[in-house]
């Protein structure tokens, strides 16, 4: 499991309007990959996302594709 935090550039306050949206759209990218995100909540500037995945895939591809 890992612990993965998406801050916005200068901690500006964006995400609250389209939290709900983003999370879909998170939730749609990990339905189509090889991991599984549990947990996963917004605030106004960053996202946190707990994500669960077998040891061969790196977190790094993990990372690259959330973004």
């Given at each position: 499991m890992?612990?993965?935090i998406f801050v916005c550039k200068y901690r500006k306050k964006i995400l609250e309007p389209i939290d709900q949206e983003l999370k879909n759209?998170?939730?749609?990218?990990?339905?189509?990959?090889?991991?599984?995100?549990?947990?996963m909540e917004t605030d106004k500037d960053h996202?946190?996302?707990?994500?669960?995945?077998?040891?061969?895939?790196?977190?790094?591809s993990i990372v690259r594709k959330l973004k």
């Amino acid at each position: 499991m890992y612990h993965i935090i998406f801050v916005c550039k200068y901690r500006k306050k964006i995400l609250e309007p389209i939290d709900q949206e983003l999370k879909n759209l998170i939730y749609l990218i990990s339905e189509n990959s090889d991991f599984k995100i549990v947990e996963m909540e917004t605030d106004k500037d960053h996202i946190h996302i707990l994500v669960e995945s077998k040891t061969k895939i790196s977190r790094l591809s993990i990372v690259r594709k959330l973004k």
